[in-house]
């Protein structure tokens, strides 16, 4: 029974008491590790023994995971600057031990423990050591290979729990080892990329926050990573991924890019080293890549710094492939996950875009194509206006019964519950409506009387209303240009509205 009994080690059985003997344990065996080490360099023999004394108390550390509110004892007694130290020698023994110790759901056990563990891995410079040991591992050799996959763990957990250590991470090398590693593996992990240049945000094609991840977003374009993404995606050019996991790989590498571009200084690199061109190819070889590719044009091409990314889309021809795919909503997108209102949105926008950014004669080009075929276009535009236009009027009745609701309970409508309430309006389709109303406003006002008859004969004839349009328009220019100066959104509001009044 009682040797039954010592072999377990549930955290019950585990004192504050015996951790402290563990670590000090740990201690005297690193130093006396060390000492042999410094006095054998060349005779691993006569240091081995210590190494495998070394290595089993590391493993008995473990048990220290399972009690985070004891983690303030490996800082106390410096058993994390000792780990640390160790990286360079019994490397994989270490990030076991630091992979289990960060674990996320460990790490919110005990918050408090939890922020000085991180604070101490920090101020020993983690995320360099760990990188510097990755560059010593062979992912060819399966215990090398797990402590790559346990090394970018540690990373994610500790940028899952303080995200705030992502730039500070990129700069000590991370941001640098995955670029390379894109390019020796194609179907390498991505996640850490992600957690670094991809801050998720559901509302992010709404509002385009300005994030505080913009810093990693420029040292990722200053290391060529925007033409190592571009590089990697080629190969989803003219074939599909092979597996899942390739797609997603696929995918993730598409997220990353949008993120990236976000960034003015990026959508240049993006420019020079040829995205638009491969982005098109993509949309005219009608692979998997596809939709992403129309996803990356948009965030490549939208606002006032996507200019010279739309004037050069106009010139490698790329309305000849844009129209297509606004005219007739591709059938199989279900393979990528992707709905029709999510491409009916990135063509509506990325046309916005354009009219908004094209001058002089790739405008006039722009404006063309709505008056060819007896203005098919802007008959398209319309259909789309009563589609999105339906489908948000439904949305309202919802949202107006819910409040009803709300107000015959007694319950307080609060800006946080209107801010929700116009979120979920613009998840029905009231985003995409504002897109094409803005197209309809713009085309109307291009001089040509051939298109603004054409939009005013069809609201006529469907029953459509320019007051609505007009309410649209007022309500999206209100709520434009989130992360941008207060000079631009007034700027901005007064053009809109001017086209709105001649409307």
Not at 51 to 76: F, S
Not at 203 to 227: Q, V
């Amino acid at each position: 029974f009682f040797s039954f009994l010592f072999k377990l080690t549930p955290a019950e059985l585990v004192d504050e008491s015996t951790v402290k003997k563990m670590i000090l344990t740990f201690e005297k065996r690193s130093y006396k590790n060390q000492a042999l080490r410094i006095k054998f360099p060349d005779n691993p023999e006569k240091f081995m023994e210590s190494e495998l004394d070394l290595n089993d108390i590391i493993q008995e550390m473990h048990v220290i995971a399972t009690m985070p509110d004891l983690y303030h004892l490996l800082v106390e007694l410096n058993a994390v600057h000792s780990l640390l130290g160790l990286l360079t020698h019994v490397a994989i023994a270490v990030v076991d031990l630091l992979q289990e110790l960060t674990d996320i759901d460990t790490l919110h056990e005990s918050e408090e423990g939890a922020e000085v563990l991180i604070d101490a891995l920090l101020e020993g410079q983690v995320v360099a050591l760990l990188v510097q040991n990755m560059e010593r591992l062979d992912e060819l050799v399966k215990e090398e290979a797990d402590g790559i996959f346990n090394t970018l763990a540690i990373i994610e957990n500790m940028a899952e729990f303080k995200p705030g250590l992502c730039t500070e991470a990129a700069q000590q090398g991370l941001m640098q080892w995955l670029l390379k590693r894109i390019k020796v593996r194609l179907f390498y992990r991505m996640f850490i990329l992600l957690s670094l240049v991809f801050p998720r945000n559901e509302n992010m094609k709404y509002f385009f926050p300005t994030f505080s991840f913009f810093d990693t977003r420029e040292l990722l374009g200053e290391m060529d990573g925007i033409d190592v993404l571009l590089q990697q995606l080629s190969v989803f050019k003219r074939h599909n991924p092979s597996t899942a996991e390739e797609q997603e790989m696929m995918e993730n590498l598409f997220d990353g890019l949008c993120s990236c571009l976000m960034l003015p200084s990026n959508r240049d690199r993006f420019l020079r080293g040829e995205g638009l061109q491969l982005m098109n190819l993509m949309l005219r070889e009608k692979k998997m890549s596809r939709t992403s590719a129309l996803k990356v044009l948009n965030h490549g091409m939208i606002g006032p710094e996507g200019a010279d990314n739309c004037h050069k889309f106009v010139d490698i021809l790329g309305l000849r492939t844009i129209f297509p795919l606004f005219m007739k909503t591709p059938k199989k997108m279900k393979k990528t996950g992707n709905s029709e209102k999510e491409h009916e949105e990135h063509v509506s926008s990325i046309i916005a875009s354009m009219l908004r950014n094209l001058k002089s004669q790739q405008r006039s080009r722009l404006l063309n194509k709505f008056t060819e075929n007896d203005c098919e276009k802007v008959d398209r535009l319309m259909e789309l206006h009563f589609k999105y236009l339906e489908a948000v009027q439904q949305a309202d009745k919802r949202i107006e019964g819910e409040k009803h609701e709300m107000v015959r309970r007694g319950e307080i409508l609060d800006d946080g519950m209107e801010d929700e309430f116009y979120l979920r309006r613009l998840d029905a389709g009231l985003f995409v409506l504002q897109l094409i109303c803005y197209i309809m406003v713009e085309i109307s006002n291009s001089g040509i009387s051939q298109l603004q008859q054409r939009v005013h004969q069809i609201l006529n004839l469907r029953g459509g209303s320019v007051k609505v349009v007009r309410h649209i328009m007022r309500e999206y220019a209100e709520s434009i240009g989130d992360g941008k100066s207060e000079e631009f959104k007034e700027a901005e509001r007064k053009r809109i509205m001017d086209l709105v009044e001649n409307f």
